[in-house]
């Protein structure tokens, strides 16, 4: 099985001499590479690559996006004839020494490779059985500093067995007393693009779902992006976290939180695959976080395993 050192041995020699822009750049892409990032094309398969390291690079901290963008000659400004001349631009624009330059370099590519990996992979004929789709890239903006938070969520899926017109969602929000449970408007839940929104269900008092209508029927192994805002009546309405509990497999999660410089949480920890009722254990494992000086944290996971929470919790 490849692993993701596996793949970075066999990145770093493409970025050599002008990288993916060199005239022999396709010739010495290795099959491993090819297989993982689901390279077609022969003559077209540095263009391809370049193109799925863009992509993936979007979701890497500014810093290693850079430094990977500029390593493979990515972007225009960065389209120089040698390795050596594209460090140094980074250099001057990171204002660091080389030596630490071209560790931002390896340690983005080790992300890339090990998104590549978790949402290139060939799917095992088991993980298909009873799943209809699975999600390839998940990326979330939760946005605190507002005085409605809001959260962003952009998700691509996979069409796993049949031919699929609609996806079943859900969410959860914390409630309180004995109440009938949350409103079927709070949070707001809006289509920003890729469907349309249809059937609210009440599961329990906590869990609402709903069926996103795509634009068109999706065979298998096609995929879809679609995008959905949550608008939240006020702050207490919000849990103290943002996970992400896959009903099905889900290959990368990326997770961006905005508390802002002004209303800092006095801690902010990491779930990395606890039950969900474990979330509200403050004993339960769970790494702190950095917030850095805007008030806001950055989180990647891959491989996400079903009916398991990820993401972040905090306590103000």
């Known amino acids: 099985m490849t692993t993701a050192e596996d793949l970075v041995r066999d990145l770093k020699p493409l970025r050599k001499g002008r990288g993916l822009d060199g005239p022999r750049a396709a010739a010495q892409i290795t099959a491993q590479v090819r297989v993982v990032f689901a390279l077609d094309g022969e003559s077209g398969a540095a263009v391809e690559l370049a193109d799925r390291l863009r ?17 493979y000659a990515l972007t225009e400004h960065t389209r120089l004839p040698t390795l050596k001349e594209r460090l140094d631009l980074v250099e001057r624009e990171l204002e660091r020494d080389t030596r630490t330059v071209v560790r931002r370099v390896d340690e983005g590519l080790l992300l890339i490779a090990e998104a590549a990996i978790a949402r290139w992979r060939p799917v095992p004929d088991d993980e298909r059985a009873g799943t209809p789709w699975r999600t390839t890239a998940l990326s979330c903006a939760v946005v605190m500093d507002q005085p409605t938070p809001q959260v962003y969520e952009t998700r691509r899926v996979a069409v796993t067995g049949a031919p699929a017109t609609g996806l079943d969602l859900e969410y959860s929000v914390p ?15 809006e289509v920003l693009f890729g469907g349309t929104l249809r059937t609210y269900l009440r599961h ?18 096609t995929e879809h992006e679609y995008k959905l805002r949550f608008t939240f009546a006020d702050r ?35 779930i990395d695959g606890l039950f969900p009722n474990e979330v509200d254990d403050l004993t339960s494992p769970r790494d702190p976080l950095d917030i850095d000086p805007a008030g806001e944290v950055h989180l990647g996971f891959t491989n996400l395993v079903p009916r398991f929470s990820f993401g972040a919790a905090w306590l103000f």
Do not use: Q
Request: glycine letters at 10%; hydrophobic letters at 40%.
């Open 55 to 71: 992509e993936l690079a979007a979701h890497l901290p500014p810093d290693l996006r850079l430094a990977v963008l500029a390593a």
């Open 175 to 189: 409630i309180g007393g004995t109440g009938p449970g949350p409103s079927p408007d709070n949070p707001v839940v």
């Open 204 to 221: 329990s008092r906590s869990r609402v779902g709903y069926r996103l209508v795509l634009p068109k029927e999706l065979a298998p192994n």
């Open 236 to 270: 207490v309405t919000m849990s103290p976290y943002y996970l992400c509990t896959p009903r099905y497999p889900c290959a990368r999660f990326d997770l961006h939180v905005r508390f802002g410089a002004g209303r800092v949480p006095r801690g902010v920890w990491r």
